[in-house]
């Protein structure tokens, strides 16, 4: 009989003949989830292994009935959806392209895929659609998460694909602020170079690892505005000498 570890373990290896036949013997079984609301997709998601397996294993639950972006759990306007357990835990790209081209929504992801310094990730989210500048509105974004967690690969991803240099987190610093404050190495400074106007920013290739505070936010600024603090602080940090 049918039990609800065995048809986890099953979910969990991907054993997705083993799966099918366990939902028809109980399915009562369908609906169930963990003390933080993973369904068997989420199980089968989070779980590495065979991208076809992995497919085959999706597609049954799909069809029995579970959710293509259901959350498991939900953090503001956030949601923990089956594609965030594939980026995040599963890091299965193929799996994750079977999603998206199921129609599955690419946003909610990003970070993920920063965190996990996964470049590949990264693009695919964005070929598909996904908000480069999600969590904005609440000063987090994929670009800033990057910076604070010097995960600098894929912050040069991001700013390649247009994020903006210029965003401001809830304390109203930029990403050169929170680079500026952890004494980012200066070759990380040239990432940002690119993407801002080149004639002013040259100077950049020269920022020290010196800490600098970050000034305070000037009311009134918008986002990647004209003239914002950063270039003044570059300035300033080049201005103490070696």
Known sequence: MVSKTSLRESVRAHRWRDVEKGLAERPDLLDASDERGRNWLHHACMSPGDSEASIRTVEVLLAAGLGLDAPAFTEGTWRATPLWHVISRGRNLELATH?????????????????????????????????????????????????????????????????????????????????LKKGSA???????????????????????????????????????????VADPLIAGAKSQGP
């Not at 990380?188 to 936010?217: E, I, N, S, Y």
Request: proline share 6%.
């Open 99 to 179: 999603f998206l081209e199921r129609g599955a929504d690419p946003d909610h992801c990003l970070f993920a895929a920063v965190w996990n310094e996964d470049n590949d990730a990264i693009r695919l989210l964005l070929r598909y659609g996904a908000n480069i500048e999600e969590g904005a509105e609440r000063g987090e974004t994929p670009l800033l998460g990057a910076v604070a967690w010097s995960k600098f690969g894929p912050a040069e991803e991001l700013l390649k694909a247009g994020a903006d240099p210029n965003v401001r987190n809830a304390e109203g610093a930029t990403a050169l602020h929170l680079m």
């Open 186 to 228: 200066p070759e990380h400074f040239q990432l940002f170079c690119p993407a801002r106007r080149a004639k002013r920013h040259r100077r950049c290739l020269g920022t020290d690892r010196r800490r600098v505070a970050a000034p305070q936010a000037r009311p009134g600024l918008s986002r990647g505005g004209g003239d914002d």
